[in-house]
C-alpha cells in the first residue's frame, strides 16, 4: 500500500496525470471549480469518512461475499413471503439464454450492430402480447409499480383527464410509486375494499365516477391474491363514464383466468418476474404495458416498442424500434414522458420461459398453483385460531391468513417461524390495520405437500 496518489482499477480517469490533463483543458485549477454552481449548503465539506478502497478483484469479492452472507435468503430457508416478488421455479434454459455474452453484456442494441437481442425482444413482445391478448407491447419498465403509473399516465393524455381510480388494497410500495410519478399530472383517487371479501366496494366507484375519470386501475390478482371478481362490471362503468380501464395482472395466473380485455380492459400492465426470472434482493422485477396496436394508444406510448419490417433485400426482415418520432429522445423536452434505462435481459428471460412453457404447459402451471395454495389455506385453517383464507373472494397464489383469535401478533410468528428455518406470510397488520393481525402467505409449484405440512405443523407448535 501506498500514501502517493494512484489510479483505481474500477474508477476511469483515475489516473493523477489525466485528471490534470483533464482540468487543463476545459481551463480550472481543481475539479471543485466544476461544482461551484451548486449552492454551498448542498456540498458536503471535505472528504467523506471512508474505508481503503479495495484494489483488487479477490478482496473486493471477498468483502461483498462476506456482507451477504449476513443475510438470510431464501434459498436458504422455506419461504412463504410473496408480495410482489414470488418464488417460482426458473428453468435452466432461461439463465443459459439470458447469460449469453450477447445479451448480457449489450447496453441495449440498435439496427446497426445488435439484430440479435432486437429478435429476442420482439419475440418477447410477440408472446407477452399473444398471452393477455393485446397487439401492442412496450419494452419492460422497472417494475409493475412503474408499469401500472405509465399506463395511468397515458389514459390521462389519451382521454384529457386528470383522475385515476385507484384500489386502497394494491399494497404501500406500489401505490407510492403510481402517486409519486403521477402527481404532477394526475389526481389519484383511493377506492376502499370490503374487509370481508377483499373486493372493491362498487358503490363507492359509481360515486367517484366523474367527467374528470381518465380510468379504473385495478388488479387481477390483487396485492392480497384476491380475484376481482366485479371486474367486468366494472369496465363497463368506467366505459359508461367514458373513462379507461387499466387491468393489472401476475401474467403467470393467465393460465386459468381470462385475458384482460375479454372483461373489458383497455391497458393491461403487470410484472415479468414470476416468468423466468430469479428472486434478487432489490431486482429481480420488470413491468409491462400493453394495449391495442392502435395510433390511439401506441402514440402515448413513452418506451420503447419493437417492430419488424422488410429491408431492401427481397424477403428478408429486420427488427427495430417503431414510432420512433413519439419518444423523448426525439421530442426531447416536450416529450408527453421519457424513454431511459429498461428492463432489456429480464423481458429476455420472459420471452424464453414463455417459449418454453408453452399454452398448455401455462395452463397446467396455473393449475398446480391453484390446487396447493388452496390446500396450505384449507391446511392452516384446520389450526386453532388461524382463519384461512381470511377473504372470502376467490384466490390466486396468494391468501390472507388471520391470526386475531391466536393470542399471537404476526410479528412474534414469524420470529418464531424464522428461528424454525421458514420465512412464513408477509405482515399486513400496520398497512391494513382492517385486517388487525393478518399476514400474506404465498404459495407457488415450488412448495410441497411436504412444506404446506411442515409450516402447519412449525405453527401449531407456535400458539
Same mark, same amino acid.
Given at each position: 500500500?501506498?500514501?502517493?496518489?494512484?489510479?483505481?482499477?474500477?474508477?476511469?480517469?483515475?489516473?493523477?496525470e489525466i485528471k490534470r490533463a483533464m482540468l487543463d483543458a476545459v481551463g480550472v485549477p481543481a475539479a471543485d471549480e466544476l461544482y461551484g454552481s451548486?449552492?454551498?449548503?448542498?456540498?458536503?465539506?471535505?472528504?467523506?469518512?471512508?474505508?481503503?478502497?479495495?484494489?483488487?478483484?479477490?478482496?473486493?469479492?471477498?468483502?461483498?461475499?462476506?456482507? +451477504?452472507?449476513?443475510?438470510?435468503?431464501? =434459498?436458504? %430457508?422455506? *419461504?412463504?413471503?410473496? @408480495?410482489? /416478488?414470488? #418464488?417460482?421455479?426458473?428453468?435452466?434454459?432461461?439463465?443459459?439464454?439470458?447469460?449469453?455474452?450477447?445479451?448480457?453484456?449489450?447496453?441495449?442494441?440498435?439496427?446497426?450492430?445488435?439484430?440479435?437481442?432486437?429478435?429476442?425482444?420482439?419475440?418477447?413482445?410477440?408472446?407477452?402480447?399473444?398471452?393477455?391478448?393485446?397487439?401492442?407491447?412496450?419494452?419492460?419498465?422497472?417494475?409493475?409499480?412503474?408499469?401500472?403509473?405509465?399506463?395511468?399516465?397515458?389514459?390521462?393524455?389519451?382521454?384529457?383527464?386528470?383522475?385515476? +381510480?385507484?384500489?386502497?388494497?394494491?399494497? =404501500?410500495? %406500489?401505490? *407510492?410509486?403510481?402517486? @409519486?410519478? /403521477?402527481? #404532477?399530472?394526475?389526481?389519484?383517487?383511493?377506492?376502499?375494499?370490503?374487509?370481508?371479501?377483499?373486493?372493491?366496494?362498487?358503490?363507492?366507484?359509481?360515486?367517484?365516477?366523474?367527467?374528470?375519470?381518465?380510468?379504473?386501475?385495478?388488479?387481477?390478482?390483487?396485492?392480497?391474491?384476491?380475484?376481482?371478481?366485479?371486474?367486468?362490471?366494472?369496465?363497463?362503468?368506467?366505459?359508461?363514464?367514458?373513462?379507461?380501464?387499466?387491468?393489472?395482472?401476475?401474467?403467470?395466473?393467465?393460465?386459468?383466468?381470462?385475458?384482460?380485455?375479454?372483461?373489458?380492459?383497455?391497458?393491461?400492465?403487470?410484472?415479468?418476474?414470476?416468468?423466468?426470472?430469479?428472486?434478487?434482493?432489490?431486482?429481480?422485477?420488470?413491468?409491462?404495458?400493453?394495449?391495442?396496436?392502435?395510433?390511439?394508444?401506441?402514440?402515448?406510448?413513452?418506451?420503447?416498442?419493437?417492430?419488424?419490417?422488410?429491408?431492401?433485400?427481397?424477403?428478408?426482415?429486420?427488427?427495430?424500434?417503431?414510432?420512433?418520432?413519439?419518444?423523448?429522445?426525439?421530442?426531447?423536452?416536450?416529450?408527453?414522458?421519457y424513454a431511459g434505462t429498461t428492463q432489456n435481459l429480464w423481458a429476455i428471460a420472459a420471452g424464453a420461459y414463455l417459449g418454453l412453457v408453452g399454452?398448455?404447459?401455462?395452463?397446467?402451471?396455473?393449475?398446480?398453483?391453484?390446487?396447493?395454495?388452496?390446500?396450505?389455506?384449507?391446511?392452516?385453517?384446520?389450526?386453532?385460531?388461524?382463519?384461512?383464507?381470511?377473504?372470502?373472494?376467490?384466490?390466486?397464489?396468494?391468501?390472507?391468513?388471520?391470526?386475531?383469535?391466536?393470542?399471537?401478533?404476526?410479528?412474534?410468528?414469524?420470529?418464531?417461524?424464522?428461528?424454525?428455518?421458514?420465512?412464513?406470510?408477509?405482515?399486513?397488520?400496520?398497512?391494513?390495520p382492517e385486517l388487525g393481525q393478518s399476514a400474506l402467505f404465498c404459495v407457488t409449484e415450488v412448495h410441497t405437500k411436504a412444506d404446506i405440512h411442515?409450516?402447519?405443523?412449525?405453527?401449531?407448535?407456535?400458539?
Open positions: 500500500m501506498t500514501d502517493a496518489p494512484s489510479a483505481h482499477p474500477y474508477i476511469p480517469n483515475s489516473a493523477p451548486i449552492p454551498a449548503r448542498l456540498r458536503f465539506p471535505g472528504l467523506l469518512d471512508l474505508p481503503e478502497p479495495l484494489r483488487s478483484e479477490y478482496e473486493l469479492r471477498r468483502h461483498v461475499t462476506g456482507v +451477504l452472507d449476513r443475510n438470510e435468503s431464501a =434459498a436458504e %430457508r422455506l *419461504s412463504f413471503l410473496g @408480495g410482489g /416478488c414470488w #418464488p417460482h421455479y426458473v428453468p435452466a434454459v432461461c439463465d443459459e439464454i439470458v447469460n449469453r455474452g450477447e445479451f448480457l453484456t449489450a447496453y441495449y442494441g440498435d439496427t446497426y450492430g445488435d439484430h440479435g437481442k432486437l429478435q429476442a425482444l420482439f419475440e418477447y413482445a410477440s408472446m407477452i402480447g399473444e398471452l393477455v391478448e393485446c397487439d401492442a407491447v412496450s419494452q419492460p419498465t422497472y417494475d409493475w409499480g412503474a408499469a401500472a403509473a405509465t399506463s395511468i399516465c397515458m389514459a390521462a393524455r389519451i382521454t384529457g383527464r386528470r383522475v385515476a +381510480l385507484v384500489p386502497a388494497s394494491i399494497g =404501500a410500495q %406500489r401505490r *407510492s410509486l403510481i402517486e @409519486g410519478y /403521477c402527481r #404532477p399530472w394526475v389526481e389519484i383517487v383511493t377506492i376502499p375494499f370490503d374487509s370481508g371479501t377483499g373486493v372493491l366496494a362498487l358503490e363507492r366507484i359509481r360515486d367517484a365516477l366523474s367527467p374528470q375519470t381518465a380510468c379504473v386501475y385495478l388488479e387481477v390478482p390483487g396485492f392480497l391474491g384476491v380475484i376481482e371478481t366485479q371486474a367486468e362490471e366494472i369496465a363497463t362503468l368506467s366505459r359508461e363514464a367514458g373513462a379507461l380501464q387499466i387491468v393489472g395482472v401476475d401474467p403467470i395466473s393467465l393460465g386459468v383466468l381470462e385475458a384482460p380485455p375479454r372483461y373489458g380492459a383497455d391497458i393491461v400492465c403487470g410484472e415479468l418476474q414470476p416468468l423466468g426470472i430469479h428472486m434478487h434482493y432489490g431486482g429481480g422485477l420488470a413491468g409491462f404495458v400493453a394495449s391495442p396496436d392502435t395510433e390511439r394508444f401506441v402514440s402515448e406510448y413513452p418506451t420503447f416498442l419493437i417492430g419488424l419490417g422488410p429491408t431492401v433485400m427481397d424477403g428478408e426482415y429486420a427488427f427495430g424500434e417503431v414510432v420512433w418520432e413519439r419518444t423523448s429522445y426525439v421530442q426531447r423536452g416536450d416529450s408527453k414522458e399454452p398448455q404447459g401455462l395452463a397446467e402451471l396455473g393449475r398446480t398453483i391453484t390446487s396447493r395454495a388452496h390446500y396450505a389455506a384449507r391446511r392452516l385453517d384446520g389450526l386453532p385460531g388461524v382463519r384461512a383464507p381470511a377473504l372470502s373472494a376467490p384466490f390466486f397464489k396468494e391468501f390472507v391468513v388471520d391470526f386475531n383469535e391466536s393470542g399471537a401478533s404476526v410479528a412474534e410468528i414469524n420470529l418464531a417461524l424464522r428461528q424454525r428455518g421458514i420465512f412464513g406470510g408477509l405482515d399486513l397488520s400496520a398497512e391494513y411442515r409450516l402447519a405443523d412449525e405453527l401449531a407448535d407456535v400458539f
